[in-house]
Nanobody, 115 residues
């Protein structure tokens, strides 16, 4: 059974930082491109960052220079370091493969950026 479990969200002030983590089980993690996605209230889920099997990264324009995605194939984890957070980063954050697999969506982790 595949499980992707996100953690690390919380409430942070504008300009602050958070580090999200996603632990994967039940898949050959190193064989997948992984992504972090987010969904804000009333909006569609969007790709925030992806990391290839070899470690190449891509970011949405809205987070370039502020977020960093990384992976640890030995630990089957993918992380998202988020710096200089803005109120518009408020959303539920999810990890999944890229392209996504519907059955792999987890509960996500809530990130709220507010003063």
């Amino acid at each position: 059974q595949v499980q992707l479990v996100e953690s690390g969200g919380g409430l942070v002030q504008p300009g602050g930082s958070l580090r999200l983590s996603c632990a994967a089980s039940g898949i050959i993690f190193r064989a997948y491109v992984m992504g972090w996605f987010r969904q804000a209230p009333g909006k569609q889920r969007e790709l925030v960052a992806r990391i290839s099997i070899g470690g190449s990264t891509n970011y949405a324009d809205s987070v370039k220079g502020r977020f960093t995605i990384s992976r640890d194939n030995a630990e089957n984890t993918v992380a998202l370091q988020m710096n200089s957070l803005k109120p518009e980063d408020t959303a539920v954050y999810y990890c999944n493969t890229d392209p996504t697999i519907r059955a792999y969506w987890g509960q996500g982790t809530q990130v709220t950026v507010s003063s």
